[in-house]
C-alpha cells in the first residue's frame, strides 16, 4: 500500500455509521476506529460498538490501518501504534475551517493535489498553470479549468488581479494534507520498526526518517540487529549513552573495551537486568575494580561512567554514539518477537534529539544499585507481612468463654 491510496481509503467519508448521527459519525469510520483505540486495546465487536457500525465494516476499516502499521493486532484484539496515534494529532489539529469532505477529495485526486501543491509554491495566471501543468505531464488544459473553478468555488483558490493563488483556507488544507502524507508515509516505509512502538511515543520524528536505515532479522540472519548494535562499540567514542532491557554475552564483550576507553558513559537497564549483573562473579568483580562502594551508590564503574537503572519496562534498546549516530530497536515489552526485530539506525538530528529527549525522560527515574536494592528488600519484606496477614485471618479464631 502507498500513502496515496491509504490517504484515501483514511479519509473517504462514504464510508458512514449505521443510523448513528451522534458526533462521532461526523469523521471516516477509520479515524473513529483510531480515537477508539486511545483508550486501549480492543477487539472486533468491543470496536464495533464504539464506532457505531457493524463488525464486518469494522473489519474492513481495520484491515488498511493495520496494513500501514497503524495498529497491531495480538489475540484478536488491536493495539493503539506510535504512527497511529501520531497520525490522529495530526489529524486533530487540522484547522476547523479545513472540511474533512475537501481533505477527501484531495485524497481521492491527484489532479487536484498537484495544483494545490503548484499554486502553493506560487501564484500564477491560469496560462501559466497550463503551460507548466503540460511541460509537467500532469493534467490538461479542461482539467485545470475544471479544478481551479471548483476549488475557487469551494474558497481554496482566489483570483487576484488575473493571478490565481492560495486562499488562507487553502493553504491550510494544503498543509493538513502534506503533513497527513509524510506522516503516512514514513509509517509505511518504516512500518517494520515503527509498528512496534507504543502509542504514548506519538512524537516519533516520522517526518525525519528519509536517511535512516532498516536492519531486519531474518531466518537465515538472526542476529542481524544484535551485530548492529556491536558494529557501533568503537573505543574512539568520546559519549556513549544507552538504554537496554537485557543483558546479551556478545554486548558485554563488545562494549567492554568501550567502558573502558569512553569519556562519558552512561546506561539505563532495567532492574532485572541488574540481578543478572550480580548473579555472574565476573561482573561484581569488575565493578568492585574502582570502588565497589562507589559503583553500589552511585553506580559508577570508573570515572565518568555509570550504570543506572529502571523498575519498569522500557520500550526501546538504544544507543546514543557520540551525539551524532543512533540504533534503537523495540524492547521486548513492546512484544516484539526475536524474529520480527528491527532496529532503525539514524544519523538524522531531529532523530537524535528525539531519542536524547526519551533517554533524559528515563535517565530522570533511573537509580544506583544501592537505591535498587534496598526497594527490592523493603519490597520483599511488604509482601512477606501480607502474606503472614493472609495466613492469620484463614485461620479459625477459637472463641473464649
Known amino acids: 500500500m502507498n500513502p496515496e491510496k491509504f490517504l484515501q481509503s483514511l479519509l473517504d467519508s462514504r464510508v458512514q455509521a449505521n443510523a448513528s448521527t451522534s458526533h462521532r459519525s461526523q469523521h471516516p469510520t477509520r479515524i473513529r476506529v483510531l480515537q477508539a483505540l486511545q483508550r486501549g486495546s ?74 494545490l501543491r503548484a499554486l502553493s509554491e506560487e501564484p500564477m495566471r491560469k496560462s501559466n498553470v497550463i ?144 540481578f543478572q549483573f550480580h548473579a555472574a562473579d565476573r561482573f561484581v568483580d569488575y565493578a568492585a575494580q574502582e570502588d565497589y562502594s562507589l559503583y553500589l551508590e552511585e553506580g559508577s564503574i570508573r570515572p565518568g561512567v555509570r550504570l543506572l537503572f529502571v523498575p519498569g519496562p522500557i520500550p526501546l534498546h538504544l544507543a546514543i554514539y557520540d551525539d551524532s549516530r543512533v540504533i534503537m530497536a523495540p524492547a521486548p515489552s513492546t512484544g516484539v518477537t526475536e524474529a520480527e526485530s528491527t532496529a532503525l539506525d539514524s544519523s538524522d538530528s531531529c532523530v537524535i534529539e528525539w531519542v536524547q529527549g526519551l533517554f533524559n525522560q528515563y535517565l530522570e527515574g533511573a537509580r544506583p544499585p544501592i537505591r535498587v536494592f534496598q526497594e527490592h528488600v523493603a519490597s520483599a519484606l511488604r509482601d512477606e507481612q501480607s502474606r503472614e496477614r493472609s495466613v492469620q485471618s484463614s485461620v479459625p479464631q477459637t472463641e473464649v468463654t
Open 42 to 115: 480492543l477487539c472486533i465487536p468491543d470496536l464495533a460498538e464504539m464506532t457505531d457500525v457493524t463488525r464486518q465494516t469494522t473489519y474492513r476499516a481495520v484491515a488498511p490501518l493495520e496494513e500501514a502499521g497503524l495498529v497491531r493486532e495480538r489475540n484478536e484484539r488491536y493495539t493503539l501504534t506510535c504512527s497511529g496515534a501520531r497520525l490522529l494529532q495530526a489529524y486533530s489539529n487540522i484547522d476547523a475551517k479545513v472540511t474533512i469532505e475537501s481533505l477527501a477529495r484531495l485524497a481521492r485526486s491527484s489532479h487536484q493535489q498537484w495544483l
Open 131 to 274: 503551460e507548466r501543468a503540460r511541460d509537467e505531464r500532469a493534467i490538461s488544459r479542461t482539467t485545470v479549468h475544471r479544478i481551479i473553478t471548483c476549488l475557487q468555488k469551494d474558497g481554496y483558490v482566489e483570483l487576484r488581479a488575473g493571478v490565481y493563488e492560495l486562499s488562507e483556507t487553502g493553504e491550510l488544507l494544503q498543509q493538513a494534507f502534506e503533513q497527513l502524507q509524510t506522516i503516512a508515509a514514513g509509517a509505511i516505509e518504516y512500518k517494520k520498526f515503527i509498528r512496534w512502538l507504543p502509542a504514548e511515543l506519538d512524537s516519533f520524528p516520522l517526518e525525519a526518517l528519509e536517511e535512516s536505515t532498516l536492519i531486519h532479522n531474518t531466518p537465515d540472519q538472526p542476529h542481524n540487529v544484535l551485530n548492529a548494535f556491536v558494529s557501533g562499540a568503537k573505543v574512539d567514542l568520546e559519549r556513549l549513552q544507552g538504554m537496554s532491557a537485557i543483558r546479551s554475552p556478545a554486548l558485554d564483550q563488545a562494549y567492554r573495551p568501550v567502558i573502558e576507553h569512553t569519556p562519558n558513559v552512561t546506561v539505563i537497564f532495567t532492574d532485572q537486568v541488574l
